[in-house]
């Protein structure tokens, strides 16, 4: 079975930064693709970036100059540097990753529980 753990969520000023983290862990043979979206109140889940296991990646437009994504493969742990934040990036964001899995190998999608971001003065 494999997880994905959200973690460094909360309450931050306008301007201001935090650090999401998403930790893969369980029975697997790799992580392909991960990515992260959110989904404010209202709206529908949006892609906020992703990254492959070589390191390439891309960004949503919203956050493109703010936000960096980034991962560490022997961790199979995933990242997101989001600064100069805005109340519009409130929202609970969902890490997500393409896992290639026993018994067959086959690649599924896995998601995190999701942690909130608010963004308020």
């Known amino acids: 079975q494999v997880q994905l753990v959200e973690s460094g969520g909360g309450l931050v000023q306008p301007g201001g930064s935090l650090r999401l983290s998403c930790a893969a862990s369980?029975?697997?043979?790799?992580?392909?693709?991960m990515a992260w979206y959110r989904q404010a109140p209202g709206k529908q889940r949006e892609l906020v970036a992703f990254?492959?296991?070589?390191?390439?990646?891309n960004y949503g437009d919203s956050v493109k100059g703010r936000f960096t994504i980034s991962r560490d493969n022997a961790k199979n742990t995933m990242y997101l540097q989001m600064n100069s934040l805005k109340p519009e990036d409130t929202a609970v964001y969902y890490c997500?990753?393409?896992?290639?899995?026993?018994?067959?190998?086959?690649?599924?999608?896995?998601w995190g529980q999701g942690t909130q971001v608010t963004v308020s003065s």
């Open positions: 997500n990753a393409d896992v290639r899995a026993p018994p067959f190998g086959r690649v599924s999608p896995y």
């Open positions: 369980g029975n697997f043979f790799s992580v392909n693709v």
């Open positions: 990254i492959t296991s070589d390191g390439r990646s």
